[in-house]
């Protein structure tokens, strides 16, 4: 091993965190995600040599990640489950604010695993990873016209869910 794969090694470590926020937007719990990511860190070791240097590395990996949960899921067609945990996992501020900021986050999580895988995938790399649209294209292998297009329809979803839910429950 060379200088230079221990420097791609160190980049992968540090693009774990991205990583396993865009496996549990896709998975929709904590413990697919980490297999996701395990599984994904492994592939990309296994085929280091295939990634090209000058080209991205985050986009290669979120690439790696997506086929891999493409595969899985059209392979087991497993259910996902609600992203509870991560609501659970938010900080405690204050009383009344707490409790709505749960209440959203937890209808928002709810509502971003009723949308379409498609759906699902961009607004992952883009608004909760903050990936650009070309970017986020190039991971999901799309022209950015479909992503914007999933992106769309992917708030509009979501803005239908929650607030028509949220103004359900108002008086």
Not at 153 to 164: P, V
């Amino acid at each position: 091993m060379d200088a230079s794969e221990d420097t791609i090694r160190s980049d992968i470590v540090a693009l774990l965190p991205r990583l396993r926020r865009f496996a549990l937007a896709l998975t929709g719990n904590r413990a697919d995600a980490e297999d996701l990511v395990q599984d994904t860190v492994e592939r990309a070791l296994r085929h280091l040599r295939q990634w090209q240097p000058g080209t991205r590395l985050d986009s290669w990996m979120f690439r790696i990640a997506q086929n891999l949960f493409i595969d899985e899921r059209r392979s087991a067609g497993r259910k996902r489950t609600a992203l509870a945990e991560v609501a659970q996992s938010a900080t405690v501020r204050d009383g009344a604010r707490d409790a709505e900021a749960r209440l959203t986050w937890s209808e928002t999580c709810s509502a971003l695993l009723t949308l379409p895988e498609e759906q699902r995938s961009a607004i992952a790399l883009v608004l909760i990873d903050g990936m650009s649209y070309r970017d986020a294209a190039d991971v999901l292998g799309v022209p950015i016209g479909t992503l914007t297009s999933r992106l769309a329809r992917g708030r509009d979803g979501l803005a239908s869910k929650i607030f028509g839910t949220m103004q359900d429950k108002r008086p």
